[in-house]
């Protein structure tokens, strides 16, 4: 649980230009009272929230799954959460933390150098967030600036994060990392890269992967413009004026990191493996794709709500659009069911889930998220655009606008209010960052699909293929078919 005073710790945060203090932004405030839910929800209702470990309750998204009902659990108290946001939130603390989890379980193969251990750093990092439940934020992306060369090769110092320095005590870095979001309101921000980083031979500084506090003088947060409308009303926007888990440009300026916070560094291989083979990835991705399916519901139910509320739902028309958007949803959330009932036990006994399920879901549902936002915007189509500022109904036009607008299905007020849910869900500045958010803060969707289709097993399909081709070359008994070459993804 952190108050907001406590993030007056001299972080650099820069918002418009200036340097500030997160406790003097509005709306950095409603965000992390609304991110503290996850501890609250700890206390209100431990049974699903919380699990106890040598003596100790901790959250449950540290609890290394052992069997499905475990992930099971864990999907409850991660939906729970995002529901307390209204999906809203995408990296809530059981993102990371359920990473933290696996991460300590599966280290081993981080190894050391002659300075350090990484594989204990990790483990002993992993627990120190544990027993403190600390708030981590992640920036794995570098910035886009030339994507012909390798990262390297790149006549930037703001390509990637970089050790200029290293001494017996620890690594001095300097860069940048392209996006991050909460980092404002968190306490520590975890570097890494993503899996496929390209370096030329020779200089292997950008393979680094460490945690620093975000209070650490060598960082800056340079957060993006604010989504929030301050001078209109929670009920003209409820969404963006209730929230903005702001993303912003990491800088890093000769920032010291201790051996202790070091779990990569200098070593091509190790920053490639460090966020799949830690367990992290798979982890990390079923805690994100169950928030996914309350902001998926959410807009499913807001269509519904609309076309009811707009006498629009006894059309057959409108019916087989809203049907659509319920099929997706029951689409999604059995496949997260499948994620967890298919899973396997890793090489550590790790109950671990089907990431062909996870992988299926996160290339999916930004369409599906997109549709139910799409099918919001054209059954309310003009009523939603021409919706009043809720503070007409204390003005002179106060008669006139709850005479007009009320109908056999809702009073003025009450339509107003879906109407601008609906607006700030589907259009505003924060609506569409939702739905941009959806559809890249866990990778490009283009690659999540080739890479799906790299892995996909399709072993039942491809026998019948060959049993059809063979009865018709009874006679020669030939290979058929040769098998197409996949591709490599880089
Ligand atoms: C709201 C939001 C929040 C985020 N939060 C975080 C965070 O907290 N931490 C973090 O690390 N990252 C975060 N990210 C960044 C996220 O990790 C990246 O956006 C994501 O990995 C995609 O990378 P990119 O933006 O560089 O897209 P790119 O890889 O640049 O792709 C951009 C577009 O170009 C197309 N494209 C690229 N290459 C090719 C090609 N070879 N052929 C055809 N088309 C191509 C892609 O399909 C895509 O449409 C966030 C992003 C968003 C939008």
Not at 66 to 83: G, M, P, S, W
Not at 162 to 184: C, L, W, Y
Not at 294 to 309: D, M, Y
Request: proline fraction near 4%; charged fraction near 20%.
């Amino acid at each position: 649980m952190h108050t907001i005073e406590q993030l007056n710790d001299g972080r650099a945060v820069y918002l418009n230009g200036h340097r500030v203090n997160v406790a003097d932004v509005p709306i950095f405030r409603k965000t992390l009272a609304l991110n503290n839910q996850y501890y609250d929800l700890q206390h209100t209702h431990p049974e699903v929230h919380t699990y106890q470990e040598n003596g100790h309750r901790y959250d449950i998204a540290f609890k290394v799954p052992r069997t499905v009902a475990d992930l099971q659990q864990k999907h409850r108290a991660y939906q729970e959460i995002a529901q307390s946001n209204s999906g809203m939130l995408g990296r809530t603390p059981d993102f990371l933390n359920t990473g933290m989890a696996v991460l300590a379980e599966r280290a081993a193969f981080l190894g050391q150098n002659q300075y350090t251990d990484f594989a204990a750093n990790a483990r002993n990092y992993a627990k120190a967030v544990k027993a403190n439940d600390i708030f981590i934020s992640h920036a794995l992306q570098n910035p886009q600036l030339n994507r012909q060369k390798a990262i390297n090769a790149i006549p930037s110092e703001y390509a990637g994060v970089h050790t200029i320095e290293r001494n017996q005590d620890g690594i001095f870095v300097s860069g940048a990392k392209m996006v991050n979001t909460m980092a404002p309101i968190a306490d520590d921000l975890l570097i890494f890269n993503p899996p496929e980083l390209l370096l030329e031979n020779g200089d292997s500084s950008y393979a680094v992967a460490f945690a620093t506090p975000l209070n650490n003088p060598g960082v800056k947060i340079i957060c993006r413009k604010l989504l929030n409308h301050p001078a209109a009303s929670i009920t003209d926007y409820p969404l963006s004026n209730a929230l903005d888990e702001i993303d912003a440009y990491i800088v890093f300026d000769h920032a010291f990191i201790p051996w202790s916070k070091v779990f990569v560094e200098n070593n091509v291989e190790m920053s490639n493996r460090f966020f799949i083979d830690s367990g992290m990835f798979s982890h990390t991705s079923h805690q994100d794709e169950v928030r996914g399916i309350t902001k998926l519901e959410l807009a499913t139910s807001l269509a519904l709500r609309i076309a009811h509320i707009l006498g629009l739902d006894g059309f057959l028309g409108v019916q087989e659009k809203l049907g659509r958007l319920t099929a997706n949803l029951e689409l999604i959330k059995g496949t997260i069911t499948r994620s967890e009932d298919n899973g396997h036990l890793d090489e550590f006994g790790i109950y671990t889930p089907s990431l062909q399920a996870l992988q299926a879901v996160r290339s999916t549902l930004p369409e599906y998220y997109d549709e139910a936002l799409r099918v919001t915007q054209h059954l309310a189509a003009g009523s939603m655009v021409g919706v009043p500022s809720f503070a007409e109904f204390d003005g002179d036009n106060a008669t006139i606008l709850n005479q007009a607008l009320t109908t056999d299905r809702a009073t003025a007020k009450a339509r107003t209010r879906l109407l601008n849910l609906a607006f700030d869900l589907t259009s505003s500045g924060f609506g569409q960052r939702q739905l941009m958010y959806e559809y890249y803060h866990g990778g490009d969707p283009m690659r999540i699909r080739a890479q799906h289709y790299q892995r996909a097993d399709l072993q039942a399909g491809n026998q019948m293929i060959d049993r059809l081709l063979s009865a018709d070359n009874a006679n020669t008994h030939e290979q058929v078919i040769t098998p197409i070459p996949r591709l490599v993804l880089k």
